[in-house]
Nanobody, 115 residues
Framework: QVQLVESGGGLVQPGGSLRLSCAGSGTIFNLYTIAWYRQTPGKQREWVATITNGGFTNYLESVKGRFTISRDNAKNTVYLQMNSLKPEDAAVYYC?????????WGQGTQVTVSS
């Protein structure tokens, strides 16, 4: 069982920035490819970005150049730096293994982008 805790969300104006954190439960977390996902009410969960245990990354096309996924294996943490935020980025953001493991969804962290 993998426990993941998301944090760092909040309210930001369009064009602003936030850094999200995903904290794993132990050193085993660092063996996994980790992804960020986002979801708005009544919508399907959307994949946003992925980072392998070796640091290779991939992104949803609409966030390329604005979002950066990274990991600090010593801290057992994955980050999502979000810059130039747009209203369409507003969602609850989750992290999970990739492919997603149904038992590892956390509470998520709310990102609100509003003027």
């Amino acid at each position: 069982q993998v426990q993941l805790v998301e944090s760092g969300g909040g309210l930001v104006q369009p064009g602003g920035s936030l850094r999200l954190s995903c904290a794993g439960s132990g050193t085993i977390f660092n063996l996994y490819t980790i992804a960020w996902y986002r979801q708005t009410p009544g919508k399907q969960r959307e994949w946003v970005a992925t980072i392998t245990n070796g640091g290779f990354t991939n992104y949803l096309e609409s966030v390329k150049g604005r979002f950066t996924i990274s990991r600090d294996n010593a801290k057992n943490t994955v980050y999502l730096q979000m810059n130039s935020l747009k209203p369409e980025d507003a969602a609850v953001y989750y992290c999970n293994r990739f492919p997603a493991f149904s038992g590892s969804w956390g509470q998520g962290t709310q990102v609100t982008v509003s003027s």
